[in-house]
């Protein structure tokens, strides 16, 4: 088809009129069925995608690429602004820009703006004769895409998935967003001067947390820190020198979560394995001292020991002194029956597997299936590859990063959306916050009719995904040490949805508690008067920078991480590692 197809007639419900750079692309509906019925006429096959197509990325790009391949014409219809819902962030670009963006691609020939929040009417108007969709449908049981399938088939077409892998990588978006006027200091901007982004509001959930509380059952960690002297090259051949100079030891797993958890105000009860030992003495009276209280089974083996060899603040070697936990099966129904014991009394339980093996597999299900039916809120964790992420099942928030998530649903190419999608509907969880390291966090939540219908494939409309998603973008430009930072996300993400923060209130929480804990070196409680000061520094940063541009790497939004279609909401947070 040559590309002048549709010359000369003005944009649909986006308002673009005709003219260079490709908007004669963009068709009203009357126009896109004349050159539909034209290209029949012709014998030509015609193809249509349909999408938000908000930040067009290379996913979307290679999806069309493959979908023109399918015919000799490619249609394009994206929903309007008038379909979705009047949510903050969705979509970010108007509709008009939206179709200029695929206009501007040499395999698209028509582009039309639809106001109608379903594809259904106009696939049964525009009969396609190839209606193309991304690989993740092909697997998915949405009844709004089967009705879209129908409509196609009874209209004499048929439903293709693109095959190829699609790679949604944020870094040119973010990089481009940053060199262009600033989208997102907008969006920051509306997110804290919501009321419930307002410091009464989060005091307000604080305080009905206050005194509650909440079980974590865990593996206890011991992080040694040695600092060292400027390493030198030893003469007998190229290896690294290192003279220690001090030694610092913090407590980390289970212990470190149940520390931030009291000094948060809430009153913690730790469950962990611990050996007949001194240090096992030592630490279960260091967290007594700090309101923690502390029940274990015995294990055999000394705690694990984590060393971090630093030369200044920079870490230069790890060293795990640690050896597997293996309980009989008699210690493992212990623990169990402890966790569902001690549940009854609380108002919340974190379940933090960090791979040491106090809660393998088989342990770890049957210990979410006794704790689930006696707590209001579980809260499921892991650490490493190790971790047995699809083993908590029927907790109520998922807190992997996006590396343990791909891994455990292994969906290692898909849009962070399906992998939600799949690590939701394979553990029944309500909610998961994926961390993404230095682009912050994504808090997903089913929309309707839950994960079992998933989201969409590239290109697929935003209201039609089933979860909701809010990303959380780094706060801490230059975290002086991001260990622990997951830790003190989880305790105050927590703490926040036992006082009643809604999911994006908690990830707000949790996001200011982590930026605290990235400018410290070691792990250290964080407490609620640590979490007002960095609420009060980002809104006075706010307040500063006004209107006027951020300068680079100041803020960021990773939209194209969400993969296609998924609701954009925006948030402030650190990016976050166990």
Not at 27 to 39: G, K
Not at 67 to 93: C, E, F, M, N
Not at 354 to 366: I, K, T
Not at 427 to 447: D, K
Request: aromatic fraction near 4%; include cysteine; hydrophobic fraction near 45%.
């Amino acid at each position: 088809m040559d590309r002048n197809y549709g010359a000369g007639v003005g944009a649909g419900t986006g308002g673009a009129s005709a003219g260079g750079g490709g908007l004669e692309k963009i068709v009203t509906l009357d126009r896109l069925v004349e050159l539909r019925e034209r290209a029949r006429r012709e014998g030509r096959a015609v193809v249509q995608c349909h999408g938000c197509f908000d930040i067009v990325h290379p996913g979307h790009v290679r999806h069309l690429r493959q979908a023109r391949q399918h015919g000799d014409v490619l249609v394009v219809s994206i929903t309007g602004d008038t379909g979705y819902a009047k949510r903050d962030g969705t979509p970010l670009i108007p509709d008009h820009l939206r179709a200029e963006n695929l206009a501007a691609l040499d395999c698209v020939d028509l582009v039309y703006v639809d106001p109608s929040a379903t594809a259904l009417e106009l696939l049964r108007t525009v009969r396609p004769d190839v209606y193309v969709k991304g690989q993740e449908y092909q697997t998915n049981h949405d009844p709004r895409f089967e009705a879209e399938r129908a409509a196609v088939e009874a209209g004499g077409g048929r439903v293709v998935f693109s095959s190829g892998d699609v790679v949604f990588s944020s870094t040119a978006l973010i990089r481009a967003l940053e060199r262009s006027a600033d989208p997102y200091h907008a969006r920051l901007s509306g997110l804290l001067g919501r009321s419930d982004m307002e410091w009464p509001a989060l005091w307000g959930v604080m305080g009905r947390a206050r005194g509650a509380r909440v079980l974590v059952v865990g593996e206890v960690i011991v992080d040694e820190y040695v600092l060292c002297d400027q390493p030198e090259v030893a003469s007998e051949g190229p290896v690294m020198t290192l003279r220690p100079l001090e030694r610092r030891s913090y407590d980390g797993g289970a212990a470190i979560i149940a520390r931030h958890l009291a000094a948060m105000g809430a009153r913690p009860v730790l469950l962990t394995g611990l050996p007949e030992s001194a240090a096992a003495e030592a630490m279960r009276r260091r967290l007594g001292a700090e309101g923690v209280e502390v029940r274990s089974v015995r294990t055999e083996v000394p705690i694990a020991e984590k060393q971090r060899y630093l030369v200044g603040a920079q870490k230069v070697m790890k060293v795990n002194n640690l050896r597997p936990i293996v309980l009989d099966a008699a210690r493992a129904d212990e623990l169990r029956d402890a966790a569902a014991g001690l549940a009854s009394e609380c108002g919340g339980a974190i379940i933090a597997d960090f791979g040491n093996g106090l809660l393998p597999g088989p342990s770890l299900e049957a210990l979410c299936h006794a704790v689930r039916p006696r707590v209001p809120l579980m809260v499921g964790d892991v650490s490493g590859r190790r971790g047995s992420l699809l083993a908590m099942r029927g907790v109520d928030v998922l807190c992997p990063s996006e590396s343990e998530a791909r891994e455990a649903v292994r969906l290692h190419e898909e849009s962070i959306p399906a992998v939600a999608w799949g690590l939701l509907r394979a553990t029944g969880a309500r909610a998961a916050l994926i961390t993404m390291g230095g682009e912050g966090l994504i808090a997903f939540e089913p929309i309707g009719g839950g994960a079992a219908e998933g989201p969409v494939a590239p290109g697929g409309d935003g209201h039609r995904t089933r979860l909701r998603a809010e990303h959380v973008p780094a706060l801490c430009g230059y975290p002086v040490d991001p260990l622990g930072c997951g830790d003190a996300l989880l305790a105050a993400l927590t703490v926040g949805l036992v006082g009643g923060a809604s999911l994006v209130q908690a990830a707000f929480l949790g996001s200011l508690a982590a930026a605290c804990q990235a400018q410290r070196l070691g792990n250290t409680p964080v407490s609620w008067g640590d979490v007002r000061a960095a609420h009060g520094r980002l809104v006075g940063a706010r307040l500063a920078v006004g209107q006027s541009d951020v300068s680079p790497g100041a803020w960021r939004v990773p939209a194209a991480a969400l993969g296609a279609g998924a609701g954009v909401g925006v948030g402030v947070g650190v990016g976050v590692a166990s």
